[in-house]
């Protein structure tokens, strides 16, 4: 493993099989996104949904692609690491569900106490009382992001990384990355990014701050779960989920993201460790 060179080296020493994968995912992604935002100006039409769906689903894509490329051995081995669920034990099943809504709960305390107020929590009555609606949503996010992206990002792209790299820049460079890979969709209307950067160029700051600290926790989640895909599909779920049912604004979402921060900077501490 090359863990004696400085950042830069490693970043421009990057592995040919991730190069590859970043290449075409975000000549994929970002081309697909471009002209969704240039032609339809956002996701209200149906062509630039479509678009929207089809550059969100580059990086599963691309994974699934060049894993199969791989061989028959590795093919084999990755799919035991999406579907086996023989590395994810029950304490490490708390952890990828219970994480986010602890600190969301953290930060609702925090937020009433320094006297801004309880984020709203309307979507999750709504969905509360009509549980066909809430069976959707499951459904609806599972599938955005968790199955469109994790197979790409945590599944293949990390698994090069960490071979060469090691956990812990693989880690932190495949979290920069992710964030990196989001930002068009803060110039497509519709997308809930383009809704936070309308609202205040701190929310876009907040925003990043909470990609960039999913990151590091993904990282942990992979180490402690055999590497485990699944894990990470999981995670995402549920980061997904949890964050969907709350309205964040203004100074509670500046809370989250801060709580969110200082607990991956925590989880980067273990991490190193390893």
């Known amino acids: 493993m090359n863990h004696g060179k400085s950042f830069m080296d490693k970043l421009l020493s990057l592995p040919v099989d991730v190069k590859r994968f970043l290449f075409y995912t975000f000549a994929w992604s970002w081309i697909t996104w471009f002209l969704a935002i240039t032609l339809y100006s956002g996701i209200q039409s149906t062509p630039g949904s479509i678009l929207y769906v089809l550059g969100a689903i580059a990086p599963s894509s691309v994974g699934l692609i060049q894993a199969k490329k791989k061989g028959t051995q590795y093919w084999r081995d990755f799919k035991k690491r999406v579907l086996s669920i023989d590395g994810i034990t029950s304490g490490n099943l708390i952890f990828i569900f219970g994480f986010v809504?602890?600190?969301?709960?953290?930060?609702?305390?925090?937020?009433?106490?320094?006297?801004?107020?309880?984020?709203?929590?309307?979507?999750?009555?709504?969905?509360?009382?009509?549980?066909?609606?809430?069976?959707?949503?499951?459904?609806?996010t599972f599938i955005g992001g968790p199955l469109m992206e994790e197979f790409g990002w945590r599944g293949y792209c990390m698994d090069q990384l960490r071979k060469s790299y090691g956990l812990f820049f693989s880690t932190l460079l495949l979290a920069l990355i992710w964030a990196v890979w989001h930002l068009p969709l803060f110039l497509l209307e519709g997308t809930i990014q383009s809704m936070l950067i309308g609202i205040s160029l701190v929310s876009f700051f907040w925003y990043n701050i909470e990609v960039l600290s999913y990151g590091i926790v993904f990282g942990y989640i992979l180490s402690r779960n055999e590497y485990s895909v699944l894990s990470a599909i999981l995670f995402h779920f549920s980061i997904n989920f949890f964050t969907g049912l709350t309205q964040f604004s203004g100074s509670s979402r500046g809370i989250y993201a801060f709580s969110l921060m200082v607990s991956s900077l925590l989880v980067a501490r273990l991490i190193r460790k390893q």
């Open 101 to 140: 809504p602890t600190l969301l709960i953290v930060s609702y305390l925090f937020s009433y106490l320094s006297g801004t107020g309880l984020p709203e929590l309307n979507i999750l009555w709504r969905y509360l009382s009509q549980p066909f609606n809430l069976g959707l949503f499951v459904l609806l």
